[in-house]
């Protein structure tokens, strides 16, 4: 199999470049060496490399950033999956994208399924969702995974902030009323392999579509926050001795985020027989040294 891995550099796709290693040839790139925001240059690429499935885990993922930068989280979020959509599709390929719980509003109150109607409340969830739907609007075989706050311990995510929090402040205050699944990247990224090991030509055409997959179960971020203290391998070096509930409305930020996004990923474990563990077993798993 012939893979063309975009992101390699990103949490997901770090993982993506590991496990898709076993399917074949991997072809991985990252900015600058292809610049999602060039369309001529994303078509270029592909043409070039003729791939049989292309795995795209870039994004622009700064939600706060997007909301002064919309036209380059426009052109990455949402126009390049069209584009590579329409490439993959010209060349009998499967493309494999991923998409976010923050095309959700949050106001559900229960785990969003994948006919729950979306309305994002800010640049980023409807960057993410106009990719969603140009990648929908083109057919062909494709994957839709949509995930929620993904982390991974080699890049900045939440883990690696609240464990540097953690040595450096005696008590921390973190929201409580954020709700979602923490996603391991690794598990994430063997799950994608796990699909494609399976993929022949029609298991794809017949199966694809969209899905949510993201970490089993749901937390607030003062709970992760306080699973991800009970998992730090080195808690000789935490000064933190209280995790404090906060509000939302207590940190600022320009980006408003959906408060209760949790997802409901029964689809696919239908579909597919397969599932992401509960999220702390993962937590307890990313954390772990022997
Ligand atoms: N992180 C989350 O909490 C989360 C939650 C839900 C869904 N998702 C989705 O899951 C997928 C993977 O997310 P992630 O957390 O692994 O993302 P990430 O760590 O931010 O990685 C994204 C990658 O895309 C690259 N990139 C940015 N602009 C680019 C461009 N113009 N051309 C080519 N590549 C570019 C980034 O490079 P630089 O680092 O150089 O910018 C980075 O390597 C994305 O589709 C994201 O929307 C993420």
Redesign the pocket.
């Given at each position: 199999m012939r893979i063309l891995l975009?992101?390699k550099?990103?949490?997901?796709?770090w993982e993506l470049h590991r496990t898709l290693a076993i399917l074949g040839e991997v072809i991985a790139l990252?900015?600058p060496e292809?610049?999602?925001?060039q369309a001529d240059e994303v078509r270029r690429v592909v043409r070039q490399v003729r791939p049989e499935v292309i795995a795209n885990?870039?994004?622009?993922?700064a939600v706060d950033r997007a909301e002064s930068e919309s036209e380059l989280a426009y052109a990455?979020n949402a126009r390049a999956p069209g584009i590579l959509a329409e490439e993959a599709a010209d060349l009998g390929a499967a493309l494999v994208h991923?998409?976010?719980?923050?095309v959700f509003d949050g106001s559900k109150g229960s785990p969003y399924v994948e006919t729950d109607p979306p309305n994002p409340l800010g640049v980023y969830g409807r960057s993410?969702l106009e990719g969603e739907r140009a990648v929908e609007q083109v057919g062909g075989k494709y994957l839709i995974l949509r995930?929620?706050?993904?982390y991974s311990l080699r890049?900045d995510s939440f883990v690696t902030k609240v464990l540097q929090w953690s040595r450096q402040q005696t008590s921390l205050r973190v929201v409580d009323d954020q709700v979602s699944n923490p996603t391991w990247?690794r598990m994430l990224a063997e799950v994608t392999a796990q699909l494609l090991a399976k993929a022949d030509k029609d298991w794809l055409g017949e199966r694809g579509g969209l899905y949510h997959l993201a970490g089993d179960g749901f937390t607030s971020r003062w709970g992760w926050a306080q699973a991800i203290l009970r998992h730090d391998a080195h808690k000789e070096e935490q000064v933190t001795r209280q995790v404090l509930p906060a509000s939302t409305l207590d940190f600022p930020t320009p980006a408003q985020r959906p408060l209760f996004s949790a997802l409901d990923c029964q689809k696919f474990a239908r579909t597919f027989g397969l599932g992401l563990p509960p999220w702390e077993e993962a937590l307890r798993l990313a954390m772990e040294v022997s």
């Open positions: 975009i992101g550099y990103g949490q997901l796709g990252d900015y292809i610049n999602l925001a885990a870039s994004a622009y993922t990455i991923y998409s976010t719980d923050y993410k995930t929620s706050w993904v890049r990247a």
